[in-house]
């Protein structure tokens, strides 16, 4: 009996002291490996200083092409700025890492024990952050900026003799707000100014709750099927397969153009008649053709 209860005493006080030891083992390990711990550190920080200059001048490149960075990819720009690696770091400058005690006679161990846990969790966020990083490269750094809902147009002066501006705005704006016209026509002689009449009412619905998009082409005279397909798609980020038939072209715009709700096509220059439904223009869209 008495030996089961000294049994019963001792195990606990083992493991209590194998505890003991194993931790007091680690600390020591974490002094003697104060200068290693704060190398690694050093070239940890160097490394995804490294990676970040790559990470940056890829983003850079995305954006002069006017594409537009992947949230996770902005947020870790943002945490491994300069000023951000300094202030996790500022407490390993030259003073504190070789700080001393006793006058100077010795090293300062409660210091160098703080300083040596604390980089070696740094350096383990800093090396997650790293691989973050180096993945970018097959997850990717940016995608294609959605295309604006109304694309601005550089207008022409318009002279004098035309018919009066502001009666025309007014009378288009309110047309465009009837949801009983489907299509609306602005016809008249060349040169009294049609086409700068339709770039600023372009300009004028920029960031309007009016229409979702915005979209103008120029037909001319002689009319490329094709290319209005094109100028159209261009403006949805639509693409067409490397040979498609006309046919195949306007279903998938008929298709894409039927998914998005309240779209304004503008057909400029329009001199012979143009079935829509054969560009891929649904019925849903409203319409604005200019005609001599």
């Known amino acids: 009996m008495a030996l089961e209860i000294l049994a019963i005493v001792v195990t606990p006080i083992n493991e209590v002291v194998k505890c003991f030891f194993g931790s007091l083992k680690q600390q020591i390990r974490y002094l003697t490996s104060y200068s290693t711990n ?17 990470v940056q001048t890829l983003a850079e490149a995305a954006q002069r092409n006017s594409d537009e960075l992947f949230i996770d990819v902005q947020k870790w720009l943002e945490d491994t700025t300069e000023e951000k690696l300094d202030e996790q770091l500022r407490d390993f400058d030259e003073a504190n890492i070789n700080k001393k005690c006793f006058k100077g006679l010795c090293p300062d161990l409660s210091s160098g024990l703080r300083l040596s846990k604390q980089a070696v969790r740094m350096t383990e966020t800093f090396h997650t952050l790293q691989e973050k990083g180096n993945n970018f490269h097959e997850t990717g750094i940016s995608h294609p900026r959605p295309p604006p809902n109304v694309e601005l147009v550089r207008t022409t002066t318009i002279v004098e003799n035309i018919l009066p501006r502001d009666s025309l705005m007014n009378d288009l704006m309110k047309a465009l707000k009837d949801s009983n016209i489907g299509s609306i026509g602005v016809h008249g002689m060349g040169g009294i100014g049609k086409t700068t009449l339709v770039e600023k009412i372009n300009n004028e619905l920029a960031g309007h709750i009016l229409f979702n998009k915005v979209i103008m082409v120029i037909v001319s005279k002689d009319p490329d099927l094709m290319k209005i ?42 001199w012979k008649p143009l079935k829509v439904d054969k560009v891929g223009l649904p019925g849903g869209c409203k319409l604005i053709v200019t005609t001599s």
């Open 38 to 54: 704060i190398q690694n550190l050093q070239n940890q920080v160097s490394e995804l200083q490294q990676t970040r200059q790559r």
């Open 229 to 270: 397909q094109d100028d159209v798609a261009r403006r949805l980020r639509l693409k067409f397969e490397a040979i498609s038939t006309k046919e195949e072209r306007a279903n998938r715009l008929f298709e894409r153009l039927e998914a998005d709700e309240k779209v304004l096509i503008i057909l400029d220059d329009v």
